[in-house]
T-cell receptor, first 111, second 117 residues
Framework: QKEVEQNSGPLSVPEGAIASLNCTYS??????FFWYRQYSGKSPELIMS????GDKEDGRFTAQLNKASQYVSLLIRDSQPSDSATYLC???????????FGTGTSLTVIP | DAGITQSPRHKVTETGTPVTLRCHQT?????MYWYRQDPGHGLRLIHY???????DKGEVSDGYSVSRSKTEDFLLTLESATSSQTSVYFC????????????????FGAGTRLSVL
């Protein structure tokens, strides 16, 4: 079974701090990785995609991928109260049409 | 919501009644998916489609059927709704033109909140 695992949290950080979210996956055939943000009562919204080992930065967000360790992380710098949401990690295989989601990590940024 | 429309957005129904949820996309993406999301379970795949009239089961397909007669429409039917099917249902799409940026990214509709009493 292809699994993506996340710490469900809740994770609380003070405003302005760095929030670190982690994800592991079981299928070594996974090629693409995604982080979605989901506000309460809303649909998942893509915030980052990463395909190669290393770091990928987009504004305050940095995704990190380590395929040898089967580990994906998301760093949120200068966390804002508006970042309070559930963050979903997802992986897909090379075919690109099957996606596997973690159960999400709830993040609260305290003003 | 990336050109994805789900209808209805909210529905309350009674146990034993049939229910059909609709997903309509304007992106011409090849793949369409139905998920349900419940507390503690995350997103669970119900069915997906890889083309017109081509569908396959996901991990929680029992009690659900789907149809895709046109590229843009993917219907989810609960033949006889049960209380255990009370959930939030999300439609998603992926598979734009290969080589296009984001071709293998999955985009979600706004969701349908279904209550079965």
């Amino acid at each position: 079974q292809k699994e993506v695992e996340q710490n469900s949290g809740p994770l609380s950080v003070p405003e302005g701090a760095i929030a670190s979210l982690n994800c592991t996956y079981s299928d070594r055939g996974s090629q693409s990785f995604f982080w979605y943000r989901q506000y309460s009562g809303k649909s998942p919204e893509l915030i980052m995609s990463i395909y190669s080992n290393g770091d990928k930065e987009d504004g305050r967000f940095t995704a990190q991928l380590n395929k040898a360790s089967q580990y994906v992380s998301l760093l949120i710098r200068d966390s804002q109260p508006s970042d309070s949401a559930t963050y979903l990690c997802a992986a897909s295989l090379e075919t690109g049409n099957q996606f596997y989601f973690g159960t999400g990590t709830s993040l609260t940024v305290i003003p | 919501d990336a050109g994805i429309t789900q209808s209805p957005r909210h529905k309350v129904t009674e146990t034993g009644t049939p229910v059909t949820l609709r997903c309509h996309q304007t992106e011409n993406h090849r793949y369409m998916y139905w998920y349900r999301q419940d507390p503690g379970h995350g997103l669970r795949l119900i069915h997906y489609s890889y083309g017109v009239k081509d569908t396959d089961k996901g991990e929680v397909s029992d009690g659900y059927s789907v149809s895709r007669s046109k590229t843009e429409d993917f219907l989810l039917t609960l033949e006889s709704a049960t209380s255990s099917q009370t959930s939030v249902y999300f439609c998603a799409i992926s598979g734009g033109l290969a080589g296009d940026r984001g071709w293998n990214i999955q985009y979600f509709g706004a969701g349908t909140r279904l209550s079965v009493l």
